[in-house]
Protein backbone atom coordinates (compact mmCIF):
# COMPACT_ATOMS: atom_id res chain seq x y z
CA UNK A 1 0.00 0.00 0.00
CA UNK A 2 2.74 2.19 0.57
CA UNK A 3 4.40 1.59 -2.13
CA UNK A 4 1.24 2.29 -4.35
CA UNK A 5 1.17 5.82 -2.49
CA UNK A 6 4.88 6.51 -2.89
CA UNK A 7 4.41 5.71 -6.85
CA UNK A 8 1.12 8.06 -7.20
CA UNK A 9 2.93 10.96 -5.46
CA UNK A 10 6.12 10.19 -7.85
CA UNK A 11 3.78 10.50 -10.98
CA UNK A 12 1.76 13.30 -9.42
CA UNK A 13 4.90 15.41 -8.92
CA UNK A 14 6.07 15.06 -12.44
CA UNK A 15 2.92 16.38 -14.01
CA UNK A 16 2.62 18.98 -11.94
CA UNK A 17 6.74 19.88 -12.81
CA UNK A 18 5.91 19.56 -16.61
CA UNK A 19 2.93 21.14 -16.51
CA UNK A 20 3.95 24.31 -14.49
CA UNK A 21 6.91 24.66 -17.51
CA UNK A 22 4.61 24.90 -19.76
CA UNK A 23 2.58 27.66 -18.14
CA UNK A 24 5.98 29.06 -18.18
CA UNK A 25 6.46 29.32 -20.70
CA UNK A 26 3.47 30.38 -22.14
CA UNK A 27 4.02 33.89 -20.43
CA UNK A 28 6.86 34.38 -22.79
CA UNK A 29 7.04 36.99 -25.26
CA UNK A 30 7.45 35.52 -29.11
CA UNK A 31 11.21 35.43 -30.17
CA UNK A 32 12.22 38.09 -32.48
CA UNK A 33 12.34 37.56 -36.36
CA UNK A 34 15.31 39.59 -36.70
CA UNK A 35 18.39 37.84 -37.32
CA UNK A 36 19.93 36.99 -33.69
CA UNK A 37 23.07 35.75 -35.14
CA UNK A 38 26.42 37.23 -33.38
CA UNK A 39 29.14 37.39 -34.84
CA UNK A 40 31.61 35.98 -32.22
CA UNK A 41 35.15 37.56 -32.17
CA UNK A 42 38.20 35.60 -31.25
CA UNK A 43 40.72 36.90 -29.75
CA UNK A 44 44.10 35.79 -31.32
CA UNK A 45 47.68 36.68 -30.32
CA UNK A 46 50.96 38.00 -31.83
CA UNK A 47 54.60 38.33 -30.29
CA UNK A 48 57.32 40.08 -32.17
CA UNK A 49 59.12 42.86 -32.82
CA UNK A 50 57.79 46.11 -33.50
CA UNK A 51 58.72 46.79 -37.43
CA UNK A 52 56.81 49.71 -37.87
CA UNK A 53 54.32 52.64 -36.12
CA UNK A 54 52.22 54.73 -37.56
CA UNK A 55 50.70 57.87 -35.56
CA UNK A 56 48.74 59.22 -38.21
CA UNK A 57 46.94 55.79 -39.44
CA UNK A 58 47.01 54.55 -35.33
CA UNK A 59 48.34 51.30 -36.41
CA UNK A 60 51.37 48.97 -35.36
CA UNK A 61 53.44 46.44 -37.14
CA UNK A 62 54.73 43.48 -35.04
CA UNK A 63 56.67 40.66 -37.15
CA UNK A 64 57.09 37.26 -35.49
CA UNK A 65 60.43 35.54 -34.92
CA UNK A 66 58.99 33.19 -38.10
CA UNK A 67 59.01 36.45 -40.25
CA UNK A 68 54.89 37.26 -40.32
CA UNK A 69 54.44 40.80 -39.53
CA UNK A 70 50.95 41.65 -38.61
CA UNK A 71 49.18 45.33 -38.59
CA UNK A 72 46.57 46.38 -35.65
CA UNK A 73 45.07 49.51 -35.34
CA UNK A 74 44.44 51.20 -32.40
CA UNK A 75 41.49 52.68 -31.29
CA UNK A 76 40.07 53.85 -28.16
CA UNK A 77 39.65 50.88 -26.07
CA UNK A 78 42.96 49.75 -26.83
CA UNK A 79 45.11 49.33 -23.41
CA UNK A 80 49.16 49.52 -23.82
CA UNK A 81 51.72 48.64 -20.79
CA UNK A 82 55.19 49.05 -20.81
CA UNK A 83 56.86 47.92 -17.71
CA UNK A 84 53.76 47.74 -15.85
CA UNK A 85 52.84 51.14 -16.46
CA UNK A 86 50.14 52.64 -18.77
CA UNK A 87 51.89 54.55 -21.96
CA UNK A 88 50.81 56.20 -25.37
CA UNK A 89 51.50 54.88 -28.50
CA UNK A 90 53.94 57.37 -29.21
CA UNK A 91 55.84 55.60 -26.59
CA UNK A 92 56.13 52.41 -28.49
CA UNK A 93 59.37 52.57 -30.97
CA UNK A 94 60.40 50.23 -33.58
CA UNK A 95 62.45 47.44 -32.39
CA UNK A 96 60.63 47.63 -29.68
CA UNK A 97 59.54 43.43 -28.55
CA UNK A 98 55.84 43.50 -28.01
CA UNK A 99 53.10 41.25 -27.56
CA UNK A 100 49.45 41.97 -28.95
CA UNK A 101 46.17 40.73 -28.28
CA UNK A 102 43.73 41.75 -31.16
CA UNK A 103 40.53 41.09 -32.91
CA UNK A 104 39.47 40.98 -36.61
CA UNK A 105 36.03 43.49 -36.87
CA UNK A 106 35.15 44.46 -40.73
CA UNK A 107 38.72 43.10 -42.33
CA UNK A 108 40.63 45.56 -39.63
CA UNK A 109 42.76 43.75 -36.95
CA UNK A 110 41.98 46.09 -33.90
CA UNK A 111 43.98 45.85 -31.09
CA UNK A 112 42.87 45.06 -27.54
CA UNK A 113 46.06 44.98 -25.33
CA UNK A 114 49.51 45.44 -26.65
CA UNK A 115 52.24 44.86 -23.74
CA UNK A 116 55.61 45.84 -24.65
CA UNK A 117 58.24 44.81 -23.19
CA UNK A 118 62.06 46.14 -22.57
CA UNK A 119 64.43 46.49 -25.91
CA UNK A 120 67.43 43.82 -25.58
CA UNK A 121 69.93 46.19 -26.94
CA UNK A 122 73.21 43.97 -26.22
CA UNK A 123 73.86 40.05 -25.68
CA UNK A 124 73.97 38.64 -21.80
CA UNK A 125 77.84 38.67 -20.93
CA UNK A 126 79.00 35.26 -20.54
CA UNK A 127 81.18 34.47 -17.55
CA UNK A 128 84.26 33.14 -18.74
CA UNK A 129 86.00 30.10 -17.55
CA UNK A 130 88.95 30.02 -15.23
CA UNK A 131 92.25 28.70 -16.21
CA UNK A 132 94.13 26.45 -14.40
Not at 71 to 96: E, H, P
Amino acid sequence: MKKRISCVAIVALIVLGLSSQGFCMANRPPASKKSTSKQVELIQKISGKVSGCDQLNSTVTITTVSGTSITVKIDKATKISKLGNWIKMTDIKTGDVANADYETKGGKKIARVIIVQERVTTKAAIPEKKKK
